[in-house]
């Protein structure tokens, strides 16, 4: 019979890739990357988004009276205008939003009040020569941000209560906690991302956080239900240990998590890099990069994190352990019982120097044909 391909082994859930086995393996990357994330959080820590810092943002064209203006202009113009207007302000950043003529540039600067915001804005129509028209200015305070992050805690903290009691009573204590660890594994994932590459954290970046605790914990508890069903009974006499039980389930359900992680990661994709990249639909970026990092970790950990945490810590259980035991000597027991026979049969010897044995359909040395012995005898009536 021909050799399936890895594919048609995946899709069959035949593929018998040991990934809870090696769990010390992903345990330490898993490790080493939560490390880098904390380092991160704690060294670089957030680019923050003028809602959560608060300030002062202008809003200028990128082109106006046939002149188009570069970004380095049109930040350079804005920092000179705030510091005359107040000579401690300062600018953060200059985004471009939107293409073609109806592009404009986002400046944010230090907090100013409502007259050094006019007197930058009138510093600004005279250095770029704009219509003061089409200059606007926008003051955020950093109340509205801690607001919004109050209100994200509170919505954390709820659906982390209810998640773990649907958990505990679907499944059992050990796979909420398993499943637990690789929720925070995928935000702190997806937070070490935003914070070493220097994202701007935004409102929308906080609601594709809460969006990416759903989609974390869906593709885990699938992967759960079929651990359930393989170690259902398994004290009871079950050839396989309870982390070979484990993979298997994972085995079984790879090809519907890839195929699941695939068709979920290609619209979000099409949302940042064609809505935001290309279309420059600046507003989808921040909802959609923390959609799709969270989501591709989410893909990841629950094939490659979940499992294997689950399976260690049931491991642990004093019934898993003693059956884990059990099926290790039986296997031990029937290792030695082939050895066994192997050293009773001479190792020079041939198989026409063993004897046949009664019941045995090989015939002995010498012996007749069973077609000749059956009969087929020249002029023997047939």
């Known amino acids: ?48 988004g003028i809602e959560f810092s608060g300030g002062t943002s202008f809003s200028v064209p990128a082109a106006a009276g046939g002149k188009t203006l570069t970004q380095d202009e049109v930040s350079n113009a804005v920092e000179k205008a705030v510091q005359q207007a107040n000579p401690d ?13 109806d592009a404009s ?34 003051q955020v305070s950093a109340a509205w941000g801690g607001q919004v992050t109050k209100q994200a805690v509170i919505g954390l903290i709820i659906f982390l209560v209810l998640v773990v009691a649907y958990l505990i009573i679907r499944f059992e204590v050990r796979m909420a906690v398993a499943a637990l660890a690789s929720l925070l594994f995928d935000l702190v994932m997806t937070a070490g991302v935003y914070s070493l590459v220097g994202f701007e954290v935004t409102p929308s970046t906080v609601i594709g956080f809460l969006t990416i605790l759903g989609y974390s914990l869906y593709d885990v508890v699938v992967v759960f239900d079929k651990v359930q069903e393989n170690t259902r009974g398994i004290t009871a006499g079950s050839t396989r240990t309870y982390s070979e039980a484990t993979n298997l389930a994972v085995n079984q359900t790879l090809m519907r998590s890839l195929n ?17 990249g290309l279309l420059g639909a600046g507003t989808l970026k921040d909802l959609g990069l923390v959609l799709f990092v969270g989501m591709g970790f989410g893909v990841l950990s629950s094939i490659l994190f979940a499992a294997p945490v689950l399976s260690a810590l049931k491991d642990r259980e004093p019934k898993i352990k003693a059956h884990n035991a059990r099926v290790l000597a039986r296997r031990t027991n029937r290792s030695d019982d082939v050895a066994k026979g192997d050293r009773v049969r001479p190792v020079n010897a041939a198989d026409s120097d063993v004897p046949a044995m009664a019941g045995s359909t090989t015939p002995r040395p010498g012996a007749r044909p069973q077609a000749r012995r059956n009969g087929n005898r020249p002029g023997t009536k047939r």
């Not at 594919?7 to 992903?26: C, H, P, Q, T």
């Not at 302000?89 to 073609?100: C, F, P």
């Not at 699941?260 to 935001?276: E, S």
């Open 1 to 48: 019979m021909a050799r399936q391909g890895l594919a048609s082994r995946l899709y069959a859930g035949e593929a018998n890739i040991d990934i809870v086995g090696r769990r010390k393996m992903w345990f330490t990357i898993a490790a080493a990357l939560v490390l880098i994330s904390i380092g991160s959080f704690v060294i670089k820590q957030f680019e923050l």
């Open 89 to 101: 302000a300062s600018i953060s950043t200059t985004q471009q939003v939107g293409e073609g003529k």
């Open 105 to 138: 540039y986002t400046v944010r600067a230090s907090a100013l009040t409502t007259s050094e915001a006019e007197g930058a804005k009138a510093s600004l129509v005279k250095d770029l020569g704009l219509d003061a028209t089409k200059i606007s200015d926008n």
């Open 260 to 276: 699941t992680g695939l068709v979920a990661l290609l619209p979000v994709g099409g949302l940042l890099f064609i809505g935001a």
